[in-house]
């Protein structure tokens, strides 16, 4: 790979992603951008690119922390800086991979010199190397929670703090953060969202010349990339300049009352949660202003800041899209646009206190009255319109379908998709045992985070050390060693690591019943809400999800495993019912799917939840088939829950002797609510203590 940066000016398009990272090298203080985007769209290209437009900065000699000479960190670990020298260096742009361990983020300490020497040996992390420049993480929401939350409290509180054992060291950590992600990977997390100033959503462009001159420039690049880096040296210059100009008009622009007020309405009008988005939104504007070279910020900054700092913080809810009204931004700015005192501001005048309004509806406009005195026509509210009601009273409610004889199929009959209800909170279903897969928030496991349960020999280098263990091991042979000062003589097999136990993220894979006998409108319509509601507890325990469903002549993987939930509901939205029920077809190509997850990633232990009333239709011998298949799981110890879809007067039993032969749990519809459960112990509880009263 080139060691020649591709221009930032030889981006085709791309606008809204090209301002959001140029306003965060004007202010800093914006808080970062989150670019979210398909694969292949210049993401990483043109956050590479950006650090080569930021001016350089001075730089205290011999400082590892990237210390201002005009304003050093009293708290630097390598200071004081008083008589130090300084020098001028290029702003860093720092890339954050995705598997990186904690201790190289914040920094470690060298612990073994710590203890045999008695020093503060401390090696500075990736936010100390980031401080005054640009902190790039790609993928952000493939990264652990607990490396996402260090690093936003980093750039939330411009420093960093390093607790080991007693040992405490804290230094600056001010960077421009800029995080990547593609939503099809899974989502980041609303209130990790909220972290980032701003959002920016880019999809490739559908226009053929522009798709043209994006390949034309890239083969370009890759064939000489130091002269295509040349053909665009002076316009990369410009930009560097305008950045330049820009930081030093920031502190004279001057946000105006209205221009304030109209960000506090619009922040309040969208339900925004919270006061980050108001103080982003006028630390956005401001840096727009500046941008453009105006020291008074404007109604159109207001209107971009908005668009740039609020989709983001409108989710109220996982499965929502970000996104913003336009129409209701515009009516916002527009109420607000006058001063508070302005005569405009009162309800029913002209400016002149007699209330007339010349341009108002005159007799027949809409919302007047009309030639006949009355208002605008009403809609009718009598009856339904008669085809409406021929139509409905064709469509009687159709008995569930009865099993068809295998030597006389009958085509599948499907039903138009149903919504889904309201999700609600669920029981929260574990794998039994402890595991060793990746950071999360279902099923016990040993985790690099969590509360410390043991001590043992380290397993590679040695990053948690177990104090009390470690001296514990060494204390025996200190005389046996000629121990004579106050350190200890320790040697490499005395060290102990702490083995931490926390939770674990599972792989939750959905085999959902979508045959003729789940097809009954409102039934599917609680079903689906239900796995809706389990989808939403897989999204924020981190889990991996995949849904197969079988209905008809087999079973279809509808959604492979993947991190985006977000996908998984939209794939259960759409998805239609009807024909046979071939439970079988079901579990056994849920059988394969953990067969091949399984060499994928052997480390995360999976959960099966079978979505089903429990009968087997399709084929001689179904019911026998699906128990056998069944066995497989039980077998090899899978993690099972059963939602019993059976509704009616009349219940078989037949999910909860599924549920038998798997080797797990059956939960009605009722159960899986969390408050239900929470019911249920309550009056338990109640009634027991009401025994033991009248006992005495």
Same mark, same amino acid.
């Given at each position: 790979?080139? #060691?020649?940066?591709?221009?930032? =000016?030889?981006?085709?398009?791309?606008?809204?992603?090209?301002?959001?990272?140029?306003?965060?090298?004007?202010?800093?203080?914006?808080?970062?951008?989150?670019?979210?985007?398909?694969?292949?769209?210049?993401?990483?290209? +043109?956050?590479?690119?950006?650090?080569?437009?930021?001016?350089?900065?001075?730089?205290?000699?011999?400082?590892?922390?990237?210390?201002?000479?005009?304003?050093?960190?009293?708290?630097?670990?390598?200071?004081? %800086?008083?008589?130090?020298?300084?020098?001028?260096?290029?702003?860093?742009?720092?890339?954050?991979?995705?598997?990186?361990?904690?201790?190289?983020?914040?920094?470690?300490?060298?612990?073994?010199?710590?203890?045999?020497?008695?020093?503060?040996?401390?090696?500075?992390?990736?936010?100390?190397?980031?401080?005054?420049?640009?902190?790039?993480?790609?993928?952000?929401?493939?990264?652990?929670?607990?490396?996402?939350?260090?690093?936003?409290?980093?750039?939330? @509180?411009?420093?960093?703090?390093?607790?080991?054992?007693?040992?405490?060291?804290?230094?600056?950590?001010?960077?421009?953060?800029?995080?990547? +992600?593609?939503?099809?990977?899974?989502?980041?997390?609303?209130?990790?969202?909220?972290?980032?100033?701003?959002?920016?959503?880019?999809?490739?462009?559908?226009?053929?010349?522009?798709?043209?001159?994006?390949?034309? $420039?890239?083969?370009?690049?890759?064939?000489?990339?130091?002269?295509?880096?040349?053909?665009?040296?002076?316009?990369?210059?410009?930009?560097?300049?305008?950045?330049?100009?820009?930081?030093?008009?920031?502190?004279?622009?001057?946000?105006?009352?209205?221009?304030?007020?109209?960000?506090?309405?619009?922040?309040?009008?969208?339900?925004? #949660?919270?006061?980050?988005?108001?103080?982003?939104?006028?630390?956005?504007?401001?840096?727009?202003?500046?941008?453009?070279?105006?020291?008074?910020?404007?109604?159109?900054?207001?209107?971009?800041?908005?668009?740039?700092?609020?989709?983001?913080?409108?989710?109220?809810?996982?499965?929502?899209?970000?996104?913003?009204?336009?129409?209701?931004?515009?009516?916002?700015?527009?109420?607000?646009? *006058?001063?508070?005192?302005?005569?405009?501001?009162?309800?029913?005048?002209?400016?002149?206190?007699?209330?007339?309004?010349?341009?108002?509806?005159? !007799?027949?406009?809409?919302?007047? !009255?009309?030639?006949?005195?009355?208002?605008?026509?009403?809609?009718?509210?009598?009856?339904?319109?008669?085809?409406?009601?021929?139509?409905?009273?064709?469509?009687?409610?159709?008995?569930?379908?009865?099993?068809?004889?295998?030597? %006389?199929?009958?085509?599948?009959?499907?039903?138009?998709?149903?919504?889904?209800?309201?999700?609600?909170?669920?029981?929260?279903?574990?794998?039994?045992? =402890?595991?060793?897969?990746?950071?999360?928030? $279902?099923? !016990?496991?040993?985790?690099?985070?969590?509360?410390?349960?043991?001590?043992?020999?380290?397993?590679?280098?040695?990053?948690?050390?177990?104090?009390?263990?470690?001296?514990?091991?060494?204390?025996?042979?200190?005389?046996?060693?000629?121990?004579?000062?106050?350190?200890?003589?320790?040697?490499?097999?005395?060290?102990?690591?702490?083995?931490?136990?926390?939770?674990?993220?599972?792989?939750?894979?959905?085999?959902?019943?979508?045959?003729?006998?789940?097809?009954?409108?409102?039934? +599917?319509?609680?079903?689906?809400?239900?796995?809706?509601?389990?989808? +939403?507890?897989?999204?924020?325990?981190?889990?991996?999800?995949?849904?197969? =469903?079988?209905?008809?002549?087999?079973?279809?993987?509808?959604?492979?495993?993947?991190?985006?939930?977000?996908?998984?509901?939209?794939?259960?939205?759409?998805?239609?019912?009807?024909?046979?029920?071939?439970?079988?077809?079901?579990?056994?190509?849920? /059988?394969?799917?953990?067969?091949?997850?399984?060499?994928?990633?052997?480390?995360?232990?999976?959960?099966?939840?079978?979505?089903?009333?429990?009968?087997?239709?399709?084929?001689?011998?179904?019911?026998? *088939?699906?128990?056998?298949?069944?066995?497989?799981?039980?077998?090899?110890?899978?993690?099972?829950?059963?939602?019993?879809?059976?509704?009616?007067?009349?219940?078989?039993?037949?999910? $909860?002797?599924?549920?038998? /032969?798997?080797?797990?749990?059956?939960?009605?519809?009722?159960?899986?609510?969390?408050?239900?459960?929470?019911?249920?112990?309550?009056?338990?509880?109640?009634?027991?203590?009401?025994? @033991?009263?009248?006992?005495?």
């Amino acid at each position: 790979m080139s #060691d020649v940066r591709y221009p930032f =000016t030889a981006v085709v398009g791309m606008t809204d992603l090209r301002l959001g990272l140029l306003l965060n090298a004007v202010s800093p203080a914006v808080g970062g951008v989150l670019v979210r985007g398909e694969k292949g769209t210049a993401k990483s290209t +043109m956050v590479r690119a950006l650090a080569g437009l930021l001016p350089s900065i001075a730089t205290v000699d011999d400082c590892r922390f990237s210390c201002d000479p005009a304003a050093p960190d009293p708290q630097c670990p390598d200071g004081p %800086h008083a008589s130090s020298g300084s020098s001028e260096r290029p702003s860093q742009l720092v890339e954050l991979p995705v598997g990186v361990a904690e201790d190289r983020i914040v920094g470690s300490l060298d612990l073994e010199r710590a203890l045999a020497e008695g020093v503060k040996a401390y090696e500075p992390g990736l936010l100390a190397k980031a401080h005054r420049g640009v902190l790039y993480i790609d993928e952000v929401n493939l990264l652990q929670d607990h490396v996402v939350d260090l690093l936003l409290d980093a750039a939330a @509180m411009g420093r960093s703090y390093v607790e080991r054992e007693g040992v405490s060291v804290r230094h600056a950590a001010r960077f421009l953060l800029v995080g990547t +992600m593609n939503p099809e990977e899974g989502e980041l997390r609303p209130q990790l969202l909220d972290r980032f100033g701003l959002t920016v959503e880019i999809a490739a462009t559908r226009d053929p010349a522009e798709r043209a001159e994006v390949v034309r $420039r890239r083969l370009a690049y890759d064939a000489d990339p130091a002269g295509f880096a040349a053909r665009f040296a002076g316009e990369e210059r410009a930009l560097a300049e305008r950045i330049t100009a820009a930081r030093e008009l920031l502190p004279k622009v001057e946000l105006t009352d209205v221009a304030l007020r109209q960000i506090t309405a619009v922040c309040a009008a969208f339900e925004v #949660d919270g006061l980050r988005a108001d103080i982003v939104m006028a630390r956005t504007a401001v840096a727009l202003a500046a941008w453009d070279g105006r020291a008074e910020v404007l109604e159109e900054d207001v209107r971009k800041a908005a668009q740039l700092a609020l989709p983001h913080r409108r989710r109220r809810n996982p499965f929502d899209a970000p996104g913003l009204d336009e129409e209701q931004l515009d009516r916002t700015l527009e109420e607000h646009a *006058q001063p508070e005192d302005s005569p405009e501001d009162s309800p029913g005048t002209d400016g002149d206190g007699d209330g007339d309004d010349p341009d108002g509806p005159g !007799p027949g406009d809409d919302g007047g !009255p009309g030639p006949d005195g009355g208002g605008a026509p009403e809609p009718e509210s009598g009856p339904q319109a008669p085809e409406a009601a021929a139509s409905d009273a064709a469509a009687p409610d159709l008995p569930e379908q009865q099993p068809v004889p295998a030597q %006389h199929p009958a085509p599948a009959r499907e039903s138009a998709p149903v919504a889904a209800g309201d999700p609600y909170r669920t029981r929260l279903f574990a794998v039994r045992g =402890t595991g060793h897969g990746a950071q999360g928030r $279902r099923s !016990p496991a040993e985790t690099d985070s969590g509360y410390t349960v043991r001590a043992r020999r380290p397993q590679g280098a040695l990053s948690r050390l177990h104090l009390t263990a470690t001296l514990q091991a060494a204390a025996p042979h200190q005389v046996a060693r000629g121990r004579s000062g106050a350190a200890l003589v320790l040697r490499k097999d005395d060290f102990r690591e702490q083995v931490r136990k926390g939770r674990e993220s599972n792989l939750v894979l959905f085999v959902v019943d979508a045959s003729g006998s789940m097809a009954a409108r409102q039934r +599917m319509t609680a079903v689906k809400g239900a796995v809706l509601s389990l989808l +939403m507890d897989a999204y924020q325990r981190r889990d991996k999800i995949g849904m197969i =469903t079988f209905r008809g002549a087999g079973a279809e993987l509808a959604l492979p495993p993947t991190s985006s939930v977000e996908v998984g509901a939209a794939r259960l939205e759409s998805l239609p019912t009807g024909g046979r029920t071939p439970l079988a077809a079901g579990l056994l190509r849920a /059988h394969e799917v953990l067969r091949i997850e399984r060499l994928r990633d052997p480390a995360r232990r999976p959960l099966v939840v079978v979505v089903t009333d429990g009968r087997a239709t399709g084929g001689r011998d179904a019911l026998a *088939q699906s128990r056998r298949a069944a066995g497989l799981f039980a077998a090899q110890g899978v993690a099972s829950v059963v939602l019993d879809c059976e509704s009616g007067p009349v219940r078989l039993g037949l999910a $909860r002797t599924l549920a038998g /032969h798997l080797g797990g749990t059956a939960v009605t519809l009722d159960e899986l609510r969390a408050e239900g459960v929470a019911s249920l112990v309550r009056d338990s509880r109640d009634n027991r203590a009401t025994t @033991m009263r009248k006992a005495a």
